[in-house]
């Protein structure tokens, strides 16, 4: 339908990006745009490959995860998607991805250390990886819990989903979002970006001290702030 | 012959997929495709580049390694896809690659630990590593035994050709397998990038934990069972 | 106007050759020309998508930073690229990316050790790391300061900037230069493969040595000094 | 002239190829391709831009390093290819190149474990590492040296230039050749993709045991020998 239009090609734009970027391999991926005055996102359908895809093919999908236009089955992990959308208000776009090196990190349910301004350019804080599910969450109803359990390693290290638009989920893989979902597609791609130099980093040299706090601090004054002087806005 | 043309092609396509997918260096690989029903197979010639390869250059080959039609002289892993395909009656196609990661972990002679979803999406298991052959089965019929060496090592733990549809033999190359050839290049795919992963999740944390048993039967389930909800079928 | 349409073209050249060489992510990085006649370089506005970079859209500035023609902001980090045309009066060309193994080693706040010809063929010293910087240079005016942290750490180690043609900066990320902008961007190659192939190195082998006096005294003079016999001028 | 028209354009496809197969970044390599009845070969110029390149470019040079046709100057490794070819007179082309893994390996002055049959289908033995030249010969004629020091190398080990066909240089880079400059070109390839194989296995498992001998031995003549059966010859 003609109103859903705007966000179903957002949404199918952003999932072909994935494996331009090199982000996805066949369909180990899935973006979604979101709709807040119809209260909906577009999102991948299950399984399809992206060659095939077409942007009438997004399922639109309401912030309880019921399909609401579409005849496809939605992406896997939307219930994952519509968690986030629910309970996190100025978030517009979700991309969920099993990128090499952030996966990588996931499996090691370590966080990101923030090593270097590349880093900080994006966020002033290691990149958290939630903590593995507990078995009750795992065997109950799992993407919707993995959105829980997403939403709790923010609220248990008070963290902004505003300041810190990423997050791996141990033994998974990475998740990230934005205003956009053109946004959450940088941050993807950033995401990845960083775990291979954090990797690396820590290959060279394993005691590497995290940037210091003063860099930490100029870095997020320069994109924030009422000084903030990077870009053209 | 006519009756050869839907595996010939089928042979052919999977075979000019493995360069494609950056699976295969010249000629380092090989994809077979089975009829069931002629009780053969087509598998691509030894040693042709990829560039000149033609559909109609797949060799006709039967499940004792006999050549039934074609004037090339079929791949020099032959006899393993025979054995395999005679002693395994569900798989429809074979894959053999010397892709990077995967050979690395061949050459370490060790299987590949399920650190993770991407993993458990596709297998449930280790990627089990054959052990080195015996003396006496490289100085016999070396392709030959090498069939045996992997369907052992399958007997030996247990597992079903229908679940675990990857293999390392040591020193060696994987191979894969599926219903069909495009299922066996498919997961040659993913072993390459699940053996990837495994390598960086080693070197980011050298005891990571295995995925735990929880996550694993979910992901198990995800795909398989009444409760099925992955893709579109 | 006509006056700087050289310089930059030749800096949009560069600004493009930087993604096509793998070098940066979106926007992660920048070059700049220099005319030394008219006192002003063209570096890239900041924060603009590669894509949609004309060469009309390169800002002129001078040698203390400030814009003398065009309408966009000048990259964030035009302040360092000032400071060091200023100062040092052979340069034409400045290229800074965050290309992902030097910013990997300059993370690591080390030195990248000569091992071998392939360094030695462009320069005979460890590539420098310059220090972390103190918080009062971080805290005033950061971009250029980074400037004067790259000349002190040529000054304390007594090295020549058109011998040694590129730099980390400690937890940030590369600098390279040249004659000119052309000559810039080839040192950031070369400097990340050199990156490259030194942490192999170490991977390798730990204790690798660094490259003996001989050789690396027969490189310097194979490029410079009267029996120079390399390229074709 | 017409009478090297042939090996000019060998010489000329066979440098292109290395960018092309990932070897070489901008001019870190040169291929030559050799007449034995002219008692010649065609190589490279030096430090001239592959997309700039036409066969007429290859500079004809004599077996102690002539110039015997042609107006730029040859690749400054010229000598070393001489040297090779008058006194290895079963070789018809030579690649150089500073491709990323083998070249790690040759900084670290160790050979190539073979550590699996991917090794092996190409040469039974480790990729030998020529040791570092003494500071006679680096001051001495030091490209011409490097020839002596391959020679060396594989005299003291007793090596046959026809079953290995590979070389590393310490702390340099490799060689390797072939019974046509095609053949080389392959064979730079396989090193590379080995080197990073072994790399990789070391990685996984620091203590990886190299192939036995019953592996090495078969793969030695399955490609060899009266009962060799790969390819289509």
């Known amino acids: 339908m003609e109103q859903y239009e705007a966000i179903q090609q957002a949404a199918y734009d952003a999932n072909m990006q994935l494996p ?45 995860g019921n399909t609401v236009n579409g005849t496809m089955r939605p992406s896997s992990d939307t219930l994952t998607h519509a968690v986030l959308y629910k309970n996190w208000e100025n978030i517009g776009g979700i991309v969920h991805t099993h ?24 966020l002033t804080e290691d990149i958290p ?20 359990q997403i939403m709790n390693a923010f609220a248990d290290r008070n963290l902004s989903p505003e300041e810190v638009e990423m997050v791996l989920v141990a033994n998974h893989a990475p998740f990230s979002w934005g205003k956009s979902v053109e946004k959450a597609v940088y941050n993807s791609a950033v995401l990845e970006e960083v775990a291979k130099m954090a990797w690396l980093t820590r ?31």
């Open 99 to 122: 990128s090499t090196y952030a996966t990588a990190w996931a499996q090691t349910q370590t966080d990101i250390p923030i090593f270097g301004t590349t880093h900080a350019d994006h």
């Open 203 to 233: 290959q060279i040299r394993p005691d590497a001290p995290r940037l210091k706090p003063a860099l930490i601090r100029k870095h997020f004054e320069r994109k924030h702030g009422s000084g903030a002087y990077y870009g053209q806005e």
């Open 20 to 64: 331009a970027l090199g982000l996805v391999l066949f369909t180990f991926g899935n973006a979604s745009a979101c709709d807040r005055d119809l209260g909906v996102f577009a999102i991948k359908p299950s399984g399809v490959a992206y060659e095939k895809l077409r942007p009438a093919d997004m399922v639109i999908v309401d912030f309880d």
């Open 129 to 148: 990886c939630a903590p593995v599910m507990s078995d009750e969450m795992i065997e109950g109803d799992y993407e919707y819990q993995t959105g829980f």
